[in-house]
C-alpha cells in the first residue's frame, strides 16, 4: 500500500500553524507538525515526509537550515517555504530549494503550490 501524501509543516507562530493544520486536514493531508528546527529533524528521521513546509524566519534553527539538513538527510525530499520577510529569502538562496509563499499567502496559493509539488487533491 502506498503511503500517504505527507507534509512536516513547521511554523513556530501557534495561530498560523493551527490554521495550517486545520487546512491540511479539510484536504485529507497527512501532517506533521513541529514548533521548530530540532523537532522537526525529529519527526523527518522517524517518518515518511513528502513536502517540508517550513517557515523561513524562525528563532534557533531557521527554516532555510533545516531545509538544508532535510536534503540532506533525505535528498528526495520537497521544500516550501512560508515567510513574512521576502528579503531574507531572496537573499540566502531559498529560492534554489523551492517556492516561497509570502505571508499572508491565501489558501489556493498553498494547494497549487502542493500540487506543483505532487500532491494530486
Excluded: N
Amino acid at each position: 500500500m502506498a503511503s500517504a501524501f505527507t507534509i512536516l509543516l513547521v511554523e513556530d507562530d501557534s495561530t498560523v500553524r493551527d490554521y495550517v493544520v486545520q487546512l491540511l486536514r479539510e484536504k485529507a493531508i497527512a501532517a506533521l507538525v513541529a514548533a521548530d528546527g530540532m523537532a522537526a529533524l525529529q519527526l523527518l528521521a522517524a517518518h515518511h515526509v513528502d513536502v517540508l513546509f517550513t517557515d523561513i524566519v524562525m528563532p534557533g534553527m531557521s527554516g532555510l537550515d533545516l531545509a538544508k539538513e532535510a536534503k540532506r538527510l533525505r535528498p528526495a525530499i520537497r521544500i516550501l517555504f512560508s515567510t513574512g520577510w521576502p528579503g531574507k529569502s531572496v537573499d540566502h538562496g531559498a529560492l534554489r530549494l523551492g517556492p516561497v509563499l509570502l505571508k499572508p499567502w491565501r489558501e489556493g496559493e498553498l494547494l497549487h503550490e502542493l500540487r506543483r509539488l505532487g500532491w494530486s487533491g
